[in-house]
């Protein structure tokens, strides 16, 4: 297929498409989560899962996509050299260009940063839908870098890493505000912890523990 015509929103399967928009805002979360934990050896899986979608994608531009996406999660606190690179030197620019023209040049976020270059990247990536009362504008589907952009400003306030060292995909959605760990099996050790920490210091007021205590005073009378 030529790059125009995958680029046409109008050639592709409107009941494939719409499927997958009207399942994205419930499955946003899942949708990060497979892109910000992508191994080296798992672009077969993504694309499986999400075709006809991804193909088009080669394995270079959907781990630079990772990596950006897991700067944008940590807030730069994890940040590949590339995309520190590319980071710095938008930052630089925008320096330079505020010094001669500040009252029209503002900061810029780290996470603005790798969202516009996500929309620039695919082209804007928006879709119209207008059916009778229905009027959306939503991200194309088959524009990766506008699904990352538009699912993480949707979930950008939920973007966790599991406190886990052993676990297996760090990065994920919270339900909650307060969680720590991405699953039980993952809080299960930090848990046990609490406990047996607790347990040494309070072990005399456990309700078992008084208990004991009595029964052994009553045997020695």
Known sequence: MKADAQHNFSKRSSRLTR????????????????????????VDRLRQRYAPFFDRYEEP?????RDELRALWTGGREMAMPVRVDWQSARMRLWAN??????EFGSITLQEFICSRWLYR???GLA?????????????????????AYTSLLCGDRLRVCRSRDCPARYF???????????AECAAPA?????LRSWHEHKGEWPSQRRRAKSSRRKNR
């Open 19 to 42: 499927e997958f928009l009207r399942r994205l805002s419930r499955h946003a979360p899942l949708l990060l989560r497979e892109v910000a934990n992508l191994r080296n050896d798992g």
């Open 61 to 65: 531009e959907l781990f630079r996509l």
């Open 98 to 103: 505020k010094k001669r023209a500040p009252q």
């Open 122 to 124: 695919a082209r804007g």
């Open 128 to 148: 119209v839908f207008w059916e009778g009362r229905r009027r959306e504008i939503l991200p194309d589907p088959y524009e990766l870098p506008a699904l990352l």
């Open 173 to 183: 959605v919270a339900r909650r505000r307060d969680q720590r760990y991405c699953s």
């Open 191 to 195: 848990k046990r912890a609490a406990k």
